[in-house]
């Protein structure tokens, strides 16, 4: 019988993943200027928009994979769903922190239940329940046929979140970038976003890459 | 002209919160892999 080496969950292309989001922030802290209205608070945009957009990448992943678990049963989609789904959870988990911390200064207040907030809320515990529901059940069949039903509900929520700042009355501010016009920011303020969302996105990929590593070493025997 | 407001604290918490927040999750994947290649 052969056996191959389990891959190393850490690995270099993780370590130039972190290099690449740390050189994003000594971009942010020192090469883009400070917004006039909000002053400094105005720098979580750039955190706090990419890991949002990272997270909906994680859970396209989830649903595509998903899609392709329930049609040929392929383990592989399966525990690629169920990575991505970690990471998503963690994006998320990211947005709903520092959007708060950048409320109150902003908004006068940490919290609002309005449409944008909630619906993300919402699609925070939809994820969350995606992975307990992942642990609760042991049949892997069972497991992955489950989770993949519930991760392309989940995906259902992008749109809906997304189009939730023009079908209803929120304090949350419209998009400047995703939006079918111009984007409104000044090139100096475009040019750091890109650059800090090209980082994060890229560190998520890379996230998944790793969680998936975890999820084959889960697995597989150990070589010693 | 008028200058920015002072907001530099909220700045610095949600980063220093982002910051916790990914590396407690890196730490997480360094613990579980550590766990299972014992």
New interface residues.
């Given amino acids: 019988m052969t056996s191959t080496r389990p891959r190393?969950?850490?690995d270099w292309l993780l370590a130039v993943a972190i290099l690449a989001?740390v050189g994003a922030?000594v971009r942010i802290a020192f090469f883009t200027p400070?917004?006039?209205?909000?002053?400094?608070?105005?720098?979580?945009y750039y955190?706090?928009v990419p890991?949002i957009l990272s997270a909906y990448v994680a859970l396209g992943i989830v649903a595509v994979m998903s899609i392709v678990y329930l049609w040929l049963h392929d383990e592989r989609a399966d525990r690629l769903a169920e990575s991505a789904g970690e990471i998503a959870l963690?994006f998320t988990?990211?947005t709903l922190?520092?959007g708060p911390?950048?409320a109150?200064?902003?908004w006068g207040a940490w919290w609002t239940w309005d449409a944008r907030l909630t619906l993300t809320l919402f699609l925070w515990f939809v994820t969350a329940a995606y992975l307990v529901l992942r642990g609760a059940v042991d049949d892997p069949l069972m497991r992955g046929r489950y989770s993949a039903v519930l991760a392309v509900l989940a995906v259902l929520l992008i749109p809906f979140i997304h189009l939730s700042v023009y079908l209803f009355r929120t304090l949350h501010p419209m998009p400047i970038v995703l939006k079918p016009d111009r984007p409104s920011l000044p090139p100096e303020m475009l040019t750091t976003f890109l650059i800090s969302l090209a980082a994060f996105l890229f560190?998520c990929i890379v996230?998944i890459r790793?969680?998936y590593?975890?999820a084959l070493?889960?697995e597989e025997p150990?070589v010693p | 002209m008028t200058s920015p407001p002072d907001t530099i604290a909220y700045y610095h918490a949600a980063y220093i919160v982002a910051g916790a927040l990914y590396a407690g999750y890196l730490v997480s994947l360094w613990w579980r892999s550590r766990r299972l290649q014992r």
């Avoid at chain 1, 400070?34 to 979580?44: H, M, P, S, T, Y």
Wanted: charged fraction near 15%; avoid cysteine.
């Fill in positions: 190393p969950v850490f989001v922030i400070v917004e006039l209205l909000q002053g400094a608070a105005q720098k979580i955190i706090h890991a963690l988990t990211v922190s520092t911390i950048w109150k200064p902003i560190f996230l790793a969680r590593r975890l070493l889960r150990v």
